[in-house]
Nanobody, 123 residues
Framework: QVHLVESGGGLVQAGDSLRLSCAAS????????MGWFRQAPGNAREFVAG????????NYADPVKGRFTISRDNAENTVYLQMNNLKPEDTAVYYC????????????????WGQGTQVTVSS
């Protein structure tokens, strides 16, 4: 059973950058599509980015396209999210998860969620 741990969040100013990591243990994730989601207080958990097994194919939500980059290192069993030009509206808890089945932009299609890492962007 795979266990995911997110890290790399913090408090930054608008325009700054952060790199989040999602470290997997217990099982290899090399055969799995992976995703990043985020959730702000009072909001639904929303899709941020997804990446295929090989890392060749990626998908981004419109608000982050051009600013965020998802990547993976299967040898390290880790997925990353590079976040550039951060905006206050990016403030949320960021989660990674394993895609199982269904629509890849829906949170219900994923399982094995990590504990999340807080990203706070000041104005």
């Amino acid at each position: 059973q795979v266990h995911l741990v997110e890290s790399g969040g913090g408090l930054v100013q608008a325009g700054d950058s952060l790199r989040l990591s999602c470290a997997a243990s217990g099982s290899s994730i090399s055969s799995n599509t992976m995703g990043w989601f985020r959730q702000a207080p009072g909001n639904a958990r929303e899709f941020v980015a997804g990446i295929s097994r090989s890392g060749v194919y990626t998908n981004y939500a419109d608000p982050v396209k051009g600013r965020f980059t998802i990547s993976r290192d299967n040898a390290e069993n880790t997925v990353y999210l590079q976040m550039n030009n951060l905006k206050p509206e990016d403030t949320a808890v960021y989660y990674c998860a394993v895609f199982l089945r269904g629509m890849a932009t829906m949170a219900g299609s994923y399982d094995y969620w990590g504990q999340g890492t807080q990203v706070t962007v000041s104005s």
